[in-house]
């Protein structure tokens, strides 16, 4: 088919078990191998992000809708970065020395930390390990409708091929998209060492 849904119904399982937030519900549609609907609902703190391609973002919280854009930080000293709960920890300092703008508390929802991006909480959301085609499909189409780029690690786009094991080939990193490929220079420095 050329629509094919992507339903996340517990995104962020282990704070969901541990009863802390960071979790979420996401529903994603692909079109042609694309995401080109979203929506996530974070049921702890009631906010609700959805996107339609073409239409922008929007940001719902207690009944207040307002569409969102990424922010226009581009110096390092000022972008925050968000990452998963189990970010290695050395990866972290190393990273640090050079992403040097204020490191939040990781989040373990795909879906709410790019949250964070489009309400300009975070500039930068680093994943250090693979995900599944239904932790992005959603996610994605919101953060770009927001203004901002998700990519895998090398810079390429994600891809969508459902003939395999349903997980990106890569890690991945989300931004508002102004210091983008700097980003994926520094990563790609710091984990090779």
Known sequence: SRYVWVIDPLDGTRAFVHGTPGYSVMIG????????????????EGHLYEAVEGEGAFHTLQNVRRRVQVSDREEWNTMPVITSTGFPEALQ?????????????????VGIKVGFVVRQLADLYINHHTVHFWDTCAPQIILEEAGGIMTDLSGGPLSYNLKGDHRHAAATLASNGAR??????????????
Do not use: C, F, Y
């Open 29 to 44: 549609l692909l079109k042609d191998g694309h995401p080109r609907l979203g929506v996530v609902v974070d049921p702890v």
């Open 93 to 109: 300092n190393q990273l640090a020395a050079e992403l040097t703008g204020p490191w939040l508390k990781p989040v373990n929802s």
């Open 180 to 193: 983008h490929q700097g980003a994926l220079d520094i990563l790609d420095r710091v984990m090779r060492r």
